[in-house]
């Protein structure tokens, strides 16, 4: 018996697979799905997610989302998502630098969009959680 996943981000399906495992990071923790599990909703927080597969691991970045559980199949809704072979690290340079440059234009603004300051933090956030994910698979860390 095997888990389906599905990780979706308001662009693309990131991750369609089976497992025989899926670690996810929760709002409240880290949370390990194996066939069988009960039905569950719970809030995503940005994170590393692993899965697991005879004996081998697929590791992604995800920002925040929800995922649901039913049955043996893992739903994840995220607001971005990446394999962590697929994760450039001077993309990742670049993508701070703006958002750094944004924040600091920001600054002097009094009419600041509540929106734009989000989407700032959001890009910072996955930046971190890229650079955490990238940086277990090259240092050779694993679950």
Do not use: N
Not at 2 to 19: F, K, M, N
Not at 60 to 74: I, N, Y
């Amino acid at each position: 018996m095997s888990l389906t996943i599905e990780i979706v981000t308001p662009d693309r399906r990131a991750y369609t697979g089976t497992a025989d495992s899926v670690t996810l990071p929760t709002s409240l923790g880290s949370i390990g799905i194996l066939p069988g599990h009960i039905p569950l909703t719970a809030v995503i927080a940005a994170g590393e997610v692993i899965v697991s597969l005879a004996g081998k691991t697929t590791r992604l970045a995800v920002d925040q989302g929800f995922v649901r559980v039913v049955s043996d199949k893992v739903s994840v809704v995220t607001e971005a998502a990446i394999d962590e072979a697929k994760i450039d690290l001077s993309a990742i340079e670049q993508a701070e630098e703006r958002a750094r440059k944004a924040v600091e234009a920001a600054r002097g603004q009094k009419d600041i969009d509540p929106v734009e300051i989000a989407k700032i933090e959001q890009i910072l956030r996955f930046a971190a959680v890229q650079r955490m994910v990238k940086g277990r698979s090259s240092s050779g860390l694993s679950e």
